[in-house]
């Protein structure tokens, strides 16, 4: 009976376990990178489109490859004044060549640094327009093709890209945020809005254990909107990042969540 109690209370603890992907924004010049890499298990790297060069894409291909993180390409509008977080009034070939262009630069290093490039995420402004402008959810579905199958997408659930990627069938990764707030139909707040980033660390591990636990965030209006991810973003770029995602991977560690690349 003792032999009993012991196997069911390790099936429970096994059933019980969940696990999460963390990613975050690195190689866009920001001070923490080789820190934030202990933490998380996928990265998305800049590729020149709005920060990064050859030398910072090869040093953070580098540093993913000592943590064995996930790695993704991060391309962007080819707006490096604005840091890519304003949209652009770019062809949709422009567009799509200067996406292909930045992806083909990181994957090339990489390929020479005997490294893998597994999925895109595109920035910023870019990012937020995929999810709802069909045309430009258009022209990340064909960035993707260009690599017949062998990238898969990183973006928000609910979106003309994920809806896109089933029709296609590419792989699509789910991704939540730890560090934004969320409108009431699911976005993500304007960063021009005060309130639009978390910089408090209690209510970042907040917003993730509500995604983690209950497949839910809270909205701007404090109501509980469903958010099922497959992912978790911090930015590489918001000052108290490293403190944030220090917090949440002590939280998640005392949960017994375990922190895994889903690819």
Known sequence: MKWFFIYFAQITTITLLKKID????????????????????SCNIACGGHSG?????????????KNNVNIGAHPSYPDKENFGRKA?????????????????????????????????????????????????????IKLIENYNGHLALMSMPNS??????????????????????????GKLVARSESHAVIHDKEEVWQQVEEIVKNKRVIDENGQYISMSVDSICFHGDTPEAL?????????????????????
């Open 160 to 185: 003309i890209l994920e809806t896109l990627c089933k029709e296609k069938n590419i792989t699509f990764i789910k991704e939540g945020f730890a560090d934004r707030r969320y409108t009431t139909d």
């Open 22 to 41: 963390l990613n975050a924004d690195l190689g866009e010049g920001f001070p923490y990178d080789e820190q934030l890499l202990r933490y998380v298990s």
């Open 243 to 263: 403190e944030e995602l220090q917090f949440v991977y002590q939280k998640l560690s005392e949960e017994h969540i375990q922190i895994q690349s889903i690819l």
């Open 88 to 140: 652009m009034d770019i062809g949709a070939q422009t567009l799509l060549s200067s996406l292909i262009k930045q992806c083909d630069d990181l994957i090339k290093i990489a390929i020479e640094l005997n490294v893998k490039v597994n999925y895109i995420k595109p920035h910023g402004a870019l990012y937020n327009k995929a999810m709802s402008d069909i045309s430009t959810a258009q022209i990340i």
């Open 53 to 65: 060069d050859a030398q910072s894409m090869k040093s953070t291909l580098l540093l993913a490859q």
